[in-house]
């Protein structure tokens, strides 16, 4: 019984993940007028570790991490600041239903082997079902697979990164959510400041009001985020936990339609429902399940 209260709990993290997630999309685009793709992540990171600190000092101070918390906390934060990175890039290169389209077809995939092969949890029918379907549902926007651009790339990369660190989230479980944070972020800054110093684009074009404020609500959706990533992983399956994160596809493509007047295709939101279907199918518990058939048919 209570394993299948964690499986909705941790579900329910992740849908509320998929929903901050889409309004990244928006908020990318606003302070790519002022940043550039390497100077936002690194502004956005180091907000971030500096109202996690703030929170940490003055409001509840977390447990001292162990050095291998601290260790995977920092591979956490260069795995997903370069994660945020690839998939600014992509945004800021390609519709935002596409980028995140190649954000999940990559994150399903390495995510089902890192969960399977190397957290060793189980599959089963009705996880291969759910994966089967959220892939197919992302197939509906494979059009954006032919253009081979650099947001293609990236979007894809990112997608591949993260399901690494999906991983590594499921490993911090038991340590406090607050502290593993800090050290994420504050690794992730040092890799947004790294990636400005070693590459030539333009750091700050024109500085303004909007997308300031737009990287303070980014780092403190970050840290939203970065929460319930955390719970959402450690109390639900790597492997098929992607599936649900996928339904941020359908929010995000709201999202540019009505902000940037990108129209979604037939098949962009024949698409988003059907990944929305399979994440609804991922949260069922093949136990409940063979416990329900058994009751009918012993009624």
Partial sequence: MKNSSDRLKGSAALFGAALTYASFGLLIREMAKMFGDNAQVAFRFFLAFIFISFYNLFVKRPSKLPKE??????????????????????????????????????SIISSLLVGTIMLKEKID???????????????????????????????LLAGLLDGISNGVRKTLKGYDRNAVLQYQFIFGALFGVIMVLISSEV?????????????????LLQISLGNLLLYGFQHFDVNVGTVILATELLFATLIGWFFFSELPSINEVFGGIIIFAASILSVIDPKEVRKFFSKQATA
Avoid at 80 to 96: C, D, P, R, W
């Fill in 69 to 106: 918390a601290i260790r995977k906390a920092a591979v956490l934060g260069v795995a997903f600041g370069a994660v945020v990175l690839l998939f600014t890039i992509s945004v800021n290169n390609t519709k935002i239903a596409n980028s995140v389209f190649l954000l999940y077809a990559g």
């Fill in 125 to 155: 029918g009705i996880k291969l079902a759910a994966i089967g379907l959220a892939l197919f549902g992302l197939f509906m926007y494979s059009s954006a697979l032919l253009a081979l651009s650099i947001g293609v790339v990236t979007g």
């Fill in 203 to 219: 750091t700050v074009k024109e500085v303004g009001a909007l997308p300031i404020l737009a990287g303070i609500v980014f780092a």
